[in-house]
């Protein structure tokens, strides 16, 4: 069996790894690169779409999902396979994504008239999204087998990253490959703890947060309220950018239990300002079920983390512009979770320059993006083409990752009984930095660079 690193390889954006046996070819995800990298989408895929069988999706991020629509629109005729939760979500991100591809185009097709160039073509559009879909055709649930053609089969366990995730345990050719997806962080509200990995040949494992610990959740909690009350007190408003899966229902889930508890204004007006963040959300509460213990008692006594008094959803793009004159006493929650497009944009250029106001980021901020910028200080930003000072408080609380930190990476991949261990998913930086803990205890672990390839 050969593995192929072609994406995800020493950065966080673009996870797909080749497999090829004799008789099976099959991806492990196929996503998009983002920020930085977002070039790399553009170029051809280093094989042929029509030769893959399969592509195991371990979850409905876009930087793991993406791709598959322009893998259908250049020949891929396989199955894909992901559990139902990460099928539904996987529909309306991709939608989202064809949305703002066909946007982003028509923007750029208008500055090329003008200079005589031919129109671009974007990635895939919403006719594509929709015909990936009709290939998600094998569901699968956590810890039962599925026998694949030619002697594969693939057993999905809980990653406790994001509704739906998955690891993926692989067997082909008498030998066991497991790819940790995305692993999650433990003790997280919604999501279940991550599942230990079965004995394998070959453990692939991402390793975002391999050079740095999270604070706990509940640290990460206490500094949100702070902030929220900081700024609340002061006759401001709070804005949070934030993705549109998972997170965005996990800061909800937390404001609605400080809400609930009195520990933040009960006169506050919270508002969820992310269509694809609203749609997602339905998408959780059909899926109440999949949650964590908490979560599923919550849904027991009919209580709903997304409905609640405070709570207010935004419908159209007027409403969202009514809140960019209202002044304070409000947390907006909003996409693009890096800033790096949506509705945030525009609340970002009304409020960045208010000293009464705050953005609290709780997510992941990739180089090249607007959110990175403002995290690292600029003292002014670039938004909507015109220059606004951050005048606004900013805080990044990273306790609120969907990902394992360094300490739980590196317990997670020593309680595994691995052959060998390949580090992928991350910056180099924090690559090396898992792998010098790993090696400190005893395990080797290699790193490979886009293309690079290994034999099982
Ligand atoms: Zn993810």
Redesign the pocket.
Known sequence: MRITFLGAAKTVTGSCHLVETDKVRLLLDCGMYQGHDSARNHEPFPFDPAGIDYVVLT?A?L??CGLIPKLVREGFRGHVISTRPTADIAKLILLDAAHLQEEEVEREARRARRRGEPPPEPLFDVGDALEAMDHFSIRIEYGREIALDHEVSVVFHDAG??LG?GIVELHAEGKTVVFS??LGSWDRPIVRDPSPSPPCDLLISEGTYGDRPHRSFSESVEEFRDAINIVLGRGGSVLVPSFALERTQEVLYVLYELWRKGEIPQEVRIVLDSPLGSAVTRVFSKYSDWFDVEGRELFSRHENPFRFPALSVTRTAEDSKRLNHAGGGYIIVAGSGMCTGGRIVHHLRHRLWREEDGVVFVGYQARGTLGRAIVEGAKTVRVLGEEVAVRAQVWTINGFS??ADRNELAHWITATEAGRVVLVHGEEHALTALAADLASRGIEATIPSLGDSLEL
């Open positions: 979850h991020h930087d793991h990253h994001i995730s997806g995305d969907a990902h």
